[in-house]
């Protein structure tokens, strides 16, 4: 297996079977053989759709960095540490999900509680009436550090229930 992005191609690979083991050999190219143009390898393209899939899960979190906050510095910077630690701390959670029974539970209500902020974000706003003459114009909003408060609080609980109710067994 190459271990290289990149690789200079040869003339047509010959194979030789092994007597002994029964297995077929790629032997090195014959000197003078390798030409100046260079190819991709398996090994690249592995990188790239693995690189392709981290952008693709940093841009679908936009939305829920908006929900926390609306300053677009903030959510910038959020998703570049996010796009250069996902794959790097991937093995925490891989290697303790089956330890996170109320995961699921705990990702949809997050999930909406950020879906319900952003449509009130962008509904029409709310009408009050407050007085006889003065009419005031309001839009619905959710203070960031609520957010944030319903989001931690929602993780500790969960994880506390974990702590608490070690043995449940999930389907």
């Known amino acids: 297996m190459d271990r290289n992005f990149l690789t200079r191609r040869s ?4 194979y030789e079977t092994d007597p002994v083991t029964g297995r ?3 032997p090195p ?4 053989t390798l030409s100046a143009k260079y190819v991709i390898t398996p090994l ?3 990188l790239i ?28 910077i959020s998703n570049i540490f996010a796009l250069l630690g ?22 949809i209500f997050i999930l909406a509680f950020v ?5 009130l974000l962008v509904s029409p706003p709310c009408f ?4 006889l003459t003065s009419v005031e114009w309001k839009s619905v909003t959710i203070d960031p550090s609520i957010s944030l408060m319903v989001v931690l609080v929602t993780l500790v609980g969960a994880s506390v229930l974990i702590a608490v109710i070690p043995n449940i067994k999930t389907e």
């Open 86 to 107: 996902l794959r790097a701390l991937y093995f925490c959670p891989a290697a303790l999900i089956a330890k996170f029974l109320f995961l699921k539970p705990v990702l």
């Open 29 to 32: 190219p014959r000197p003078g």
């Open 11 to 14: 003339e047509a690979a010959l």
């Open 24 to 26: 077929q050999n790629h």
């Open 128 to 131: 009050f009436n407050c007085g």
């Open 49 to 76: 759709i693995l690189e392709i899939t981290d952008l693709v899960i940093t841009v679908d979190s936009i939305p829920a960095v908006f929900a926390i906050t609306p300053d677009p510095f903030l959510v910038f």
């Open 44 to 46: 690249f393209l592995a």
């Open 115 to 119: 879906r319900v902020k952003l449509l």
